[in-house]
């Protein structure tokens, strides 16, 4: 059985959007797997990857880290239902969220982060997210954030607002990778903050509904924050 190592916060959050892109693109292929939750302070359970970030897998004699390379496994081990129809679409979207969409959504929540963390890493995310930005007054970094950042969040959308315009999913008539990292980008803030981050009226948070509801719920029924 494959073996996911999947970053943990306190109460069982799950807010890592690469280990959702690993767990979405792991139900598209119809796979089961057992869980490995890990906090940023256990690094030396993936340490036989040579990994110092979640998600890894281990499939069978397998070793695999990073949500993209995980992705690309299981599309050629398991072809079957293939996550990338488009790997240029694929490929776009990947480097865009990371590049362009994380950017401006991390300053928004990163309070909420931080407030989250389980207690034994709340020392480790302090010092390296407080030398990302400067500052450990989180709350008041995030504050001052919000003022633009959620506008900004939401004009970083617009390619994908673009595409949703004239289709159901990113990929189509139908959900694929592409899909699944983006929703990827919304676990992340819904898991461990209450922000609000898009209108009822976009068409993103139509898409995003939908995806939500992909696999019986399975991005709905996480434990998210409240």
């Not at 359970?45 to 690309?72: C, M, N, R």
């Not at 004009?155 to 008539?173: H, I, T, V, Y």
Request: glycine share 6%.
């Amino acid at each position: 059985m494959i073996t996911l190592y999947d970053l943990a916060f306190d109460k069982d959050l799950r807010p890592s959007p690469f280990c959702w892109r690993a767990k979405l693109a792991l139900k598209h292929k119809g796979l089961s797997w057992r869980d490995e939750p890990c906090g940023f302070s256990e690094k030396h359970k993936i340490a036989f990857a040579q990994s110092q970030t979640y998600p890894v897998i281990h499939d069978g004699p397998e070793v695999v880290k990073d949500s993209w390379l995980i992705a690309q496994h299981l599309d050629a081990a398991y072809p079957d239902k293939p996550l990338m129809p488009n790997p240029a679409l694929a490929k776009f979207v990947n480097g865009w969220a990371d590049g362009a969409v994380h950017i401006v959504l991390f300053p928004n929540v990163v309070s909420d982060l931080v407030d989250r963390v389980r207690p034994l890493d709340k020392p480790y995310i302090v010092e390296s997210r407080g030398k990302r930005l400067g500052t450990t007054d989180f709350a008041a970094f995030q504050a001052n954030a919000r003022g633009k950042g959620v506008a900004a969040f939401r004009a970083a959308l617009e390619p994908a607002r673009r595409m949703l315009n004239d289709q159901k999913f990113l990929s189509g008539d139908s959900p694929a990778y592409p899909d699944y990292i983006l929703l990827g980008t919304f676990l992340w803030p819904r898991t461990i903050s209450p922000l609000e981050l898009l209108e009822k009226d976009d068409v993103i948070y139509a898409w995003r509904e939908r995806m939500l509801d992909q696999f019986d719920g399975f991005g709905r029924k996480a434990p998210a924050a409240v």
